[in-house]
C-alpha cells in the first residue's frame, strides 16, 4: 500500500535585519520593497497596520504582490523612520535628526556596520527631528558649503546612572563640581533623584578643557569607528534581579503543571549560572488566569527594580508588561507565544519564538513554489479550528492572489466525496484546517483507504509541528 506523504512544514527563524526595505522623505507613507516569503499580512503586521490601509495606498494588491514591487505602507506617525541613501553616514545622520549614534543603535537592535547599506529603513529615535532646509542650494559650492564639519563634543564621555547614584556622587567620581554636571545635564535642574538607567554628558573639567579639545582629531568618525563606540559592552552585575510571572496557580490543570515544567528548568539554569560565579536573586509571581489584571503585580515596588522579566503566557498579558518594561528600561523576555508582534515595536523585547507573521508568510511561500499546479483540498475541522483559523486565512489568501483555485469537504466526508474532489494527473494535497487529534483521528483512517481505492491518485497530506507528538495514536 502506498503511504501517504505527509508535510511538516518547518518554521525557520526569521532575523528582522534580512528584510530590505526602503522610505521615502514623503512622511505619509513608507516605500517597503517586497522580498522573498513576504506577505501583506506580514508586512502590514512588521508595520503596525491593517491590510485594507496597504491596499487603499496600493490598488490591485489585494490580488497579488511580487517580489521586487515597491509597496507603499501609511506612515501612522507614531515612528519616523529613515532610508539610508548612497554617500550616507551613522555621523550624517546624528547631524542631520540632531541625535546621537548611541541613541540610533539602541533604536535598531542589531544595526551594526556591516549592515548599515543602501535602501536599508532605520528607525529614528523619538526626539530627532530632521532639520528644515532654510533655502535651495543654487551651485555645487554651496552644496559643499552647507554639508556641516564635525562638531565637537562637549561630552568627555557617557555616564549610565546606577542605583542609588546622585548627582554629588557621579560629581565626585570623575572630578567635576555638581554645577559642571547639571550645566552639561540641564534636565538634571529639577530631579530630586536620579532614574536608574539615565545617560548622562560628563564634561571636562572647566581648567583642562580647551587642551582636551585640542587633542581631538579634526575630522568625522567612520561608520564603524561609531558603532565600535557604541558597541554594547556586556555589564557585570553584581547581581541579576530576575522575576518570573507566569500562571502557576488558578488556571487550567495542564497548564499549571506546564508552567512549573518551566520552572524548575529555569532553576536548573539559574544554578548553572551562579556555579560561573553569577549571583541571580530570583522572584516568582503567580500571573493568574488570562482575564486577570496585572496591575496589582505591577505595582510591587521590587517590580521596577528588575533586571530582566521572564513572561507572560497569556496574550492578554504581553501588551501590559512589556509596556510596563519599556517605561522602566526593563529586558522582557517572552518564553511561549509566537503570536505577537509588539517585538517589533519595542526594542526591550526577546521573543523566544519567531512571530507568526513571519512564519506564516515563509510556510505560504515554500507551500506555493512546491505545489505550483496542484489541486487543494481544505479539509473543515470542527475541533481545535479556532487555534489555526487565522493561518488557514492567510494561506487561502495566499493562495487566492497566486490564482490557484481550491476546493473545501467537511471532516466527516466519506471516501467517495473525497474521490470525487480528486484531480487526475495532479497532486492532491488535503490540508485540515485543524492540527488537533482529534481532527487527525477522524480524517486518517478515511486518506488511508481512499490512497488504497485510487492507487493512480498522487495524494498528500499537510500536517503541522504538533502532529509529530500524536505518534503514538497513529
Same mark, same amino acid.
Given at each position: 500500500m502506498r503511504k501517504i506523504k505527509r508535510i511538516l512544514c518547518?518554521?525557520?527563524?526569521?532575523?528582522?535585519?534580512?528584510?530590505?526595505?526602503?522610505?521615502?522623505?514623503?512622511?505619509?507613507?513608507?516605500?517597503?520593497?517586497?522580498e522573498k516569503g513576504q506577505s501583506l499580512y506580514s508586512i502590514a503586521s512588521m508595520y503596525g497596520v491593517s491590510q485594507a490601509d496597504i491596499i487603499r495606498l496600493n490598488p490591485g494588491?489585494?490580488?497579488?504582490?511580487?517580489?521586487?514591487?515597491?509597496?507603499?505602507?501609511?506612515?501612522?506617525?507614531?515612528?519616523?523612520?529613515?532610508t539610508i541613501a548612497a554617500g550616507e553616514t551613522l555621523y550624517r545622520l546624528t547631524v542631520q535628526y540632531n541625535t546621537t549614534a548611541e541613541a540610533i543603535c539602541n533604536a535598531n537592535p542589531g544595526l551594526s556596520a556591516d549592515n548599515f547599506?543602501?535602501?536599508?529603513?532605520?528607525?529614528?529615535?523619538?526626539?530627532?527631528?530632521?532639520?528644515?532646509k532654510k533655502e535651495e542650494i543654487s551651485s555645487t559650492d554651496?552644496?559643499?558649503?552647507?554639508?556641516?564639519?564635525?562638531?565637537?563634543?562637549?561630552?568627555?564621555e557617557m555616564h549610565k546612572v546606577k542605583r542609588r547614584e546622585t548627582v554629588f556622587?557621579?560629581?565626585?567620581?570623575? #572630578?567635576?563640581?555638581?554645577?559642571?554636571?547639571?550645566?552639561?545635564?540641564?534636565? &538634571?535642574?529639577?530631579? @530630586?533623584? /536620579? !532614574? *536608574?538607567?539615565?545617560?548622562?554628558?560628563?564634561?571636562y573639567p572647566t581648567a583642562d578643557q580647551k587642551q582636551e579639545k585640542a587633542k581631538q582629531p579634526n575630522r568625522i568618525p567612520t561608520d564603524n569607528e561609531l558603532f565600535q563606540a557604541n558597541e554594547k559592552k556586556a555589564e557585570r552585575f553584581k547581581t541579576i534581579k530576575a522575576a518570573i510571572v507566569l500562571?502557576?496557580?488558578?488556571?487550567?490543570? #495542564?497548564?499549571?503543571?506546564?508552567?512549573?515544567?518551566?520552572?524548575?528548568?529555569? &532553576?536548573?539554569?539559574? @544554578?548553572? /549560572? !551562579? *556555579?560561573?560565579?553569577?549571583?541571580?536573586?530570583?522572584?516568582?509571581?503567580?500571573?493568574?488566569?488570562?482575564?486577570?489584571?496585572l496591575n496589582p503585580l505591577l505595582a510591587q515596588p521590587e517590580m521596577k527594580q528588575m533586571d530582566i522579566i521572564f513572561g507572560p503566557l497569556y496574550q492578554q498579558h504581553i501588551k501590559p508588561l512589556a509596556d510596563f518594561a519599556q517605561k522602566n528600561e526593563i529586558r522582557l523576555v517572552i518564553p511561549f507565544t509566537s503570536k505577537d508582534n509588539t517585538v517589533f515595536r519595542n526594542p526591550s523585547i526577546y521573543?523566544?519564538?519567531?512571530?507568526?507573521?513571519?512564519?506564516?508568510?515563509?510556510?505560504?511561500?515554500?507551500?506555493?513554489?512546491?505545489?505550483?499546479?496542484?489541486?487543494?483540498?481544505?479539509?473543515?475541522?470542527?475541533?481545535?479550528?479556532?487555534?489555526?483559523?487565522?493561518?488557514?486565512?492567510?494561506?487561502?489568501?495566499?493562495?487566492?492572489?497566486?490564482?490557484?483555485?481550491?476546493?473545501?469537504?467537511?471532516e466527516d466526508a466519506t471516501t467517495t466525496s473525497m474521490g470525487a474532489v480528486l484531480a487526475a494527473g495532479r497532486e492532491n494535497v488535503f490540508i485540515p484546517t485543524s492540527g488537533s487529534n482529534l481532527?487527525?483521528?477522524?480524517?486518517?483512517?478515511?486518506?488511508?483507504?481512499?490512497?488504497?481505492?485510487?492507487?493512480?491518485?498522487?495524494i498528500h497530506l499537510f500536517g503541522y509541528p504538533e502532529w509529530q507528538t500524536y505518534t503514538k495514536d497513529h
Open positions: 518547518c518554521l525557520l527563524l526569521l532575523s528582522a535585519y534580512g528584510l530590505t526595505t526602503s522610505a521615502q522623505e514623503n512622511q505619509s507613507y513608507i516605500l517597503h520593497t517586497i494588491s489585494d490580488d497579488k504582490i511580487y517580489i521586487g514591487r515597491t509597496l507603499r505602507i501609511p506612515n501612522t506617525g507614531g515612528a519616523t523612520f529613515h547599506r543602501i535602501g536599508q529603513v532605520i528607525l529614528i529615535p523619538s526626539g530627532g527631528k530632521k532639520e528644515e554651496e552644496l559643499q558649503t552647507s554639508i556641516p564639519g564635525p562638531v565637537e563634543s562637549q561630552c568627555r556622587s557621579i560629581s565626585r567620581k570623575y #572630578n567635576i563640581t555638581e554645577e559642571e554636571l547639571i550645566a552639561a545635564n540641564p534636565e &538634571l535642574k529639577n530631579k @530630586d533623584k /536620579l !532614574k *536608574r538607567g539615565t545617560m548622562l554628558c560628563i564634561p500562571p502557576f496557580y488558578n488556571v487550567a490543570k #495542564n497548564e499549571s503543571a506546564r508552567m512549573i515544567e518551566y520552572y524548575e528548568g529555569f &532553576l536548573m539554569a539559574v @544554578d548553572s /549560572l !551562579k *556555579r560561573t560565579g553569577t549571583s541571580i536573586d530570583l522572584y516568582v509571581y503567580n500571573s493568574g488566569g488570562e482575564n486577570v489584571s521573543q523566544i519564538n519567531t512571530p507568526q507573521s513571519y512564519l506564516y508568510s515563509e510556510v505560504y511561500d515554500h507551500f506555493t513554489r512546491q505545489f505550483p499546479q496542484a489541486n487543494i483540498i481544505f479539509i473543515e475541522a470542527t475541533d481545535g479550528a479556532k487555534e489555526k483559523a487565522e493561518f488557514i486565512k492567510g494561506l487561502k489568501e495566499e493562495l487566492r492572489s497566486k490564482g490557484i483555485t481550491t476546493k473545501s469537504i467537511g481532527t487527525l483521528i477522524k480524517i486518517l483512517p478515511q486518506l488511508t483507504l481512499l490512497v488504497r481505492e485510487h492507487p493512480e491518485a498522487n
